[in-house]
């Protein structure tokens, strides 16, 4: 039985496939019926789930902004070069959100109580994982020599790619972690370990990042480098604990080993695709974004670093409400429970919005704070990126505000399995819209970084609101 394929007692495979696999009937048939639970105990609900996906998805945005922080205390130019190579390690999102749809997929099948079904998803879950750590690992390989053909800072590029040469040998534990265990774990009713492992992870990596940088304790100074040699090694110790816990737990017998099963695999990657897509027309095009600042100097480059770090940590708290609600979404589909469903997209449609918005006023009101984060300001080596810094704070902002709408947007259409109309949303917005009137701004005017996070404000706001008015549509009530 492939992913597509809804037995008579379940329908899991309608949660994972796309829009044209029946979901308006199955909406239309059941919307009338009455949610069989509150407002308040859904919003509870999403929480309780929302809280360790938030954990997860904090464990690896920290893990990004720990990074900057560590670079930015050596140098703006260390921080300019840091960030570049997380821009062109879009190839790690891509693939781990190809792989995310396992978890989702299994959160149905738990609904469905089909046993059999979760265990051959964790275990070519698992396969797929390798595969695409492969592919990871050659792009970040040959990436930073397109660098140089962009145009960005010769001493930045240099820098950056000494990062990613260490940074590719940690992809398999990458995209373990971020794409298979981030939304299997809780699955598994295994949530606890993304609370555990989220301290633990950011301590052990500070420590091991400091004496590396600075020769603290006895290591070896390494300066720069010392970052990802540290950001690799406990990368590899976090996925291979969250394999111990799996496989040394009571979850264990739930997951017998199962062979590779080349159908299972092929729907897996039909229906994650979308995800992926999405997740690498979204990282191109903060790429081009990146590079477009670049020209402007390592100052803008470095302020660049800051704000979108902004958007990102506040973004866990969207994308986490996003993919609690799909999960919820997707088990109250298995289950036949649709009006439950529906109310429960809404619910976090909400949570995550209020959340960014919440942020985007700290922000505003406190830049200082923020910046001082990255860089010391009070340093007049760091003057430059300073000023740069406060010119796009406000749209910065208001990009954060956007993607509210976007990160639960995403998340509730993927409980849905709604995911190839997102990704075209994606495509259409960013490429049909968005990049064709910055690059014709650009050469009839002239582009300065707050024209660019004007424009990331602004796509950002017309996806995410256009995948609501979608998800809405889709769960419309039957008026007959």
Known sequence: MDIATVPASGRVGNCVDGPDAGHDDDWKTHGNSPSTESVSAHVAKTTLLAAPILMG???????????????????????????????????????????????????????????????????????????LSILSFAWMSVAPGLLRVLGQPPEVVTEAEAILDVLRWAEPANLLRLGLMRSMLPALGMAWILYALTPLTLVIYIGAGIALVSGFGGFPALGSLGVPIALVGTTWLTALVMLAAIHSGPSG????????????LRDMIRSGLPIGAMQGVDGIFFLIATV?????????????????????????????????????????????????????????????????AVAALIVVAFPNVFIGFFIDI???????????????????????????????????????????????VVIVVYWGFGFPLGAAYHFLVGLDTRDVWCGLAAVQGIIGLVLVRRYAFVTRRDPA
């Open 253 to 264: 017998t739930l997951i017998p080993f199962t062979r590779i099963k080349l159908a299972l």
């Open 57 to 131: 998805h904090l464990s690896n945005f920290a893990v990004t902004t720990t990074t900057l922080l560590l670079l930015g205390w050596l140098s703006a130019d260390s921080l300019a070069a840091g960030g570049l190579a997380i821009r062109v390690a879009v190839s790690t999102n891509i693939m781990a959100g190809i792989l995310v749809v396992v978890g989702v997929v299994a959160s149905g099948a738990n609904g469905a109580r089909d046993a059999e079904r979760v265990a051959g998803l964790y275990w070519n879950g698992l396969y797929l994982t390798l595969a």
């Open 292 to 356: 477009v600042i670049g020209q402007f100097g390592a100052a803008a480059l470095a302020a660049h670093q800051i704000a979108l770090n902004f958007g990102t940590v506040a973004y866990s708290l969207a994308v986490s409400c996003g993919d609690a609600a799909a999960m919820r979404i997707s088990y109250r589909h298995g289950a036949g429970t649709f009006a439950d469903a529906r109310v429960a997209g809404f619910v976090g449609i909400a949570m995550g919005t209020v959340s960014m």
């Open 378 to 424: 009070t340093d007049p080596r760091n003057a430059d990126t300073l000023a740069a810094s406060h010119s796009i704070v406000l749209f910065a902002c208001l990009f954060i505000f956007a993607d509210g709408f976007y990160g639960t947007g995403m998340g509730v259409l993927r409980g849905l399995g709604d995911n190839r109309y997102a990704m075209l």
